[in-house]
């Protein structure tokens, strides 16, 4: 059984950073594609970014693009997000997300197992 447990949020004030953590146990962790997503309060889930297997190709969301940086030890079996020059509307709980998918990817349909969350809160 694959599980994944994210760490590492908190409450920031705005320009602030964080890394979140996300470990995961119960598989092979070098074939999975990881995803972290974020949901607002009253908004629907949205892909912030992801990284491939082999840590190829590392698409963002326009809107943390420049600020954000995921990155994956395939030794720890843990997937990380740096993020750097938080912003309010950064405010949200953060999932980390694994799927079987080759390349990294936006889809959320593409990741088969979810973490529970960390609240990320960024005051003004």
């Known amino acids: 059984q694959v599980q994944l447990v994210e760490s590492g949020g908190g409450l920031v004030q705005a320009g602030d950073s964080l890394r979140l953590s996300c470990k995961v146990s119960g598989g092979t962790f070098s074939r999975y594609t990881m995803g972290w997503f974020r949901q607002a309060p009253g908004k629907e889930r949205e892909f912030v970014a992801a990284?491939?297997?082999?840590?190829?190709?590392?698409p963002y969301s326009d809107s943390v693009k420049g600020r954000f940086t995921i990155s994956r030890d395939n030794v720890e079996d843990t997937v990380y997000l740096q993020m750097n020059s938080l912003k309010p509307e950064d405010t949200a709980v953060y999932y980390c997300a694994a799927g079987w998918a080759v390349a990294a990817t936006q889809g959320m349909r593409s990741y088969d197992f979810w973490g529970q969350g960390t609240q990320v809160t960024v005051s003004s």
């Open positions: 990284i491939s297997g082999r840590g190829g190709a590392t």
